[in-house]
Nanobody
Framework: QVQLVESGGGLVQAGGSLRLSCAAS????????MAWYRQAPGKQRELVAG???????TYADSVKGRFTISRDNAKNTVYLQMNSLKPEDTAVYYC?????????WGKGTLVTVSS
């Protein structure tokens, strides 16, 4: 079992920055990768950024150059630094931990970007 708790969401103006945190606990040895997803109203959940246990990262095209995913293994925490935020980044952001045989999800944190 893995537990994930997100924090750091809020309201920000377009062009601003936020940093999301995801604290993981439980069977951490079983995690092969962690990621951030988001879901905007009326849309499907989509991958924003991911990082493997080896440190490889991946990003959605829409956030490349603006968002950075990182992990602090000592704190069992994954971060998403979001810069140059746009109104279209408004969504609930979810932390995900991939293990075998299942994925775990946090409850989400709301990010609202005003124009």
């Amino acid at each position: 079992q893995v537990q994930l708790v997100e924090s750091g969401g809020g309201l920000v103006q377009a062009g601003g920055s936020l940093r999301l945190s995801c604290a993981a606990s439980g069977s951490l040895f079983s995690i092969s990768a962690m990621a951030w997803y988001r879901q905007a109203p009326g849309k499907q959940r989509e991958l924003v950024a991911g990082v493997t246990s080896g440190g490889s990262t991946t990003y959605a095209d829409s956030v490349k150059g603006r968002f950075t995913i990182s992990r602090d293994n000592a704190k069992n925490t994954v971060y998403l630094q979001m810069n140059s935020l746009k109104p279209e980044d408004t969504a609930v952001y979810y932390c995900n931990a991939a293990t075998r045989p299942k994925d775990y999800w946090g409850k989400g944190t709301l990010v609202t970007v005003s124009s």
